[in-house]
């Protein structure tokens, strides 16, 4: 399928590796060029010039912490007039709910609820004047069925959710859509650092506990940075202009509810 994408410019977020490079490498496919963005230079530099490599687009790399008004400035000054927003960062570490602090929801809130939004308020501008963008927001599966240990991603990622669900439909008529994914476990460095903290709780080994999660999981399976990047394109492309507002899971199965 023609995504109809090719020539416009995109800024993916934390991108150098996992969901949101799953979704930098779709949209280069499409002949989207690309902003990418991470805080590890080198990492970033490899990708960006991998994905100029394999599909011949134009990516400007800008290494910088996203979560901060300063990153914030940079990438944005960087990318200048863009058609599509993919906007993803590092999520919070787990813990138990009577562990955090203030500081602690403040800095989840930064980067999973207030990054994302200060994005969208920098781009929805030129988008609406132009008629088309696109917005689309990583955020988690934990947004429709919580995850216990991740009180603080549940709280920051929910909080965009309500965000987008009203600023989805007041921009829509402009040609401009906002939609969510939400992913499930995916084989990716965040996936193996959770298996890890699994193995070492219960004595077994990484491959164990990567076999213990597969199997709560109908698809029996992680998903892939390719596959979610594959959904990321389509939200992008000509063809999703009537899916505004909307969360949409990808989880092999594993949240269990009927709608
Ligand atoms: P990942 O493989 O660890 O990749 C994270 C990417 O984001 C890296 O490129 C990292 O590069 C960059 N990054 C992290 N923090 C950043 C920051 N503050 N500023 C700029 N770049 C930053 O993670 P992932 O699995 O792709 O996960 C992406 C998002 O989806 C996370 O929020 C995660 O919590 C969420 N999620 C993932 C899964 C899963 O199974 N993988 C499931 C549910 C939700 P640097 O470290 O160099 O900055």
Request: proline share 4%; aromatic share 4%.
């Amino acid at each position: 399928m023609d995504l109809g994408i090719k020539g416009k410019r995109a800024l993916v977020t934390a991108s150098s590796k996992g969901l949101g490079r799953g979704c930098a490498e779709a949209l280069a496919a499409a002949g989207v060029d690309l902003v990418l963005n991470a805080r590890g230079a080198d990492a970033l530099e490899q990708t960006a010039s991998s994905i100029r490599d394999a599909y011949g687009v134009a990516v400007t790399a800008v290494a910088t912490d996203i979560t901060t008004a300063e990153g914030q400035k940079l990438v944005l000054d960087a990318a200048g007039s863009i058609d599509i927003l993919v906007t993803n960062a590092g999520g919070p570490p787990p813990g138990l709910w009577s562990d955090w602090e203030r500081d602690d929801f403040i800095k989840a809130l930064d980067a999973n609820m207030l990054t994302p939004i200060a994005l969208m308020k920098a781009s929805l501008p030129g988008m609406m004047d132009k008629g088309w963008g696109r917005v689309v927001n990583i955020t988690s599966q934990s947004v429709k069925a919580p995850i216990p240990q991740l009180g603080l991603s549940n709280a920051a990622r929910t909080g965009l959710t309500g965000y987008v669900a009203g600023t989805a439909r007041q921009v829509a008529e402009k040609g401009v859509t906002i939609n969510n994914m939400l992913p499930g476990i995916h084989a990716t460095d965040r996936a193996v650092s959770l298996d890890g903290g699994a193995a070492q709780a219960q004595g077994i080994s990484v491959e164990e506990a990567k076999t213990q999660r597969e199997a709560t999981i109908p698809a029996r399976r992680y998903g892939t940075p390719e596959e979610f990047g594959a959904m990321c394109a389509f939200l992008c492309s000509i063809h999703s202009g009537f899916i505004v507002g909307q969360n949409i899971l990808l989880d092999g199965g594993a949240t269990n509810a009927t709608i």
